[in-house]
């Protein structure tokens, strides 16, 4: 299955999202010949305060201050999208909306689930890093998270792609979902860290190439000893070394009492993404 339809979601406050990841964004769907869907929402800031404080620091006025802060910027992110996705000729549409922040992760994923792949740009903003988990290990689709401020402002190169492989059930279906970018990608490389955990299978990479190969995909088979690092560390410094474009991986994690507690790799990668990485649970 090809990816037709992809889902950007914009974040309006506290900060909005930068241009330059809407732009890269847009590369990518361009890149695939995929419509984009951007997905935004002014954030409902509860009244909060009392008397006292209200009469003293106006937070009445504070709160409609922070309101308005989040109108301005869901349509500016609007303006900026509309612009881009016009100007490289990607069909595209925009879905604006309001609610409370608290309720903003579950929309999402909601809005996920009815695109085939949904981005999410990762900045130093938390509510992005929930929203991410929550679209991951809630929605059924492939997630793409990706630093908000991007190597590449105005392109999504699909060159050189890596797949992380540990032959669990999350990292087949990662391949799975990602085939669409694999059978455009040029070089792709499937590296298995080693040294960091025990890998319990009766399988060998070549078996995982000779799937791909049905697909009409080549692809570089590596392992790569840990040396004492995390394996999220370990794929950092190999994307780095092998100027990857995307890194495909599996993601691990579950959710208790609302609060997603995530494997050492998917934690390292969803709070700080170095480069774009599609993601599937």
């Keep these: 299955m090809a990816f037709k339809d992809v889902l950007l979601q914009l974040s309006s406050y506290p900060e909005p999202t930068p241009a330059a990841a809407i732009e890269q964004a847009v590369g990518f769907a361009e890149a695939l010949g995929a ?21 003293l620091l106006n937070i009445p006025g504070m709160i409609a201050a922070e309101r308005q802060k989040s109108v301005a910027n869901a349509q500016n992110l609007v303006s900026v999208f509309e612009g881009m996705a016009t100007q490289r000729g990607v069909a595209h549409d925009q879905i604006v909306g309001s609610c409370p922040s608290s309720q903003l992760a579950a929309i999402v994923t909601e809005h996920a689930r009815m695109h085939d792949v949904t981005m999410i740009p990762i900045g130093e903003q938390a ?70 955990k025990t890998i319990d299978t009766r399988h060998s990479g070549e078996d995982l190439a000779k799937y791909l190969a049905w697909h009409g995909i080549e692809v570089v ?24 474009d995307l890194l495909v991986m599996g993601a691990y994690g579950h959710s ?26």
């Design 256 to 281: 208790r009492m609302h609060n997603f507690i995530l494997g050492g790799a998917t934690k390292t990668i969803v709070a700080n993404p170095p480069l774009p990485v599609l993601l599937s649970h």
């Design 127 to 196: 509510l992005q890093q929930y929203v991410a988990e929550s679209v991951i290990f809630g929605s059924g689709r492939p997630t793409i998270v990706f630093p908000e401020v991007p190597k590449s402002s105005n392109s999504f190169p699909l060159d050189v792609v890596g797949v992380a492989w540990d032959f669990s059930r999350a990292a087949a279906r990662a391949v799975a979902d990602a085939l669409p970018v694999l059978q455009r990608a040029k070089t792709i490389r499937v590296v298995t860290i080693t040294q960091e």
């Design 35 to 55: 419509h984009i869907s951007a997905l935004t929402f002014k954030i409902e800031i509860p009244n909060a305060g009392n008397a006292l404080a209200n009469a």
């Design 221 to 244: 088979l590596e392992e790569e000893g840990a040396a004492g690092r995390t394996i999220g560390q370990a794929l950092e410094e190999y994307a780095t070394a092998h100027d990857l």
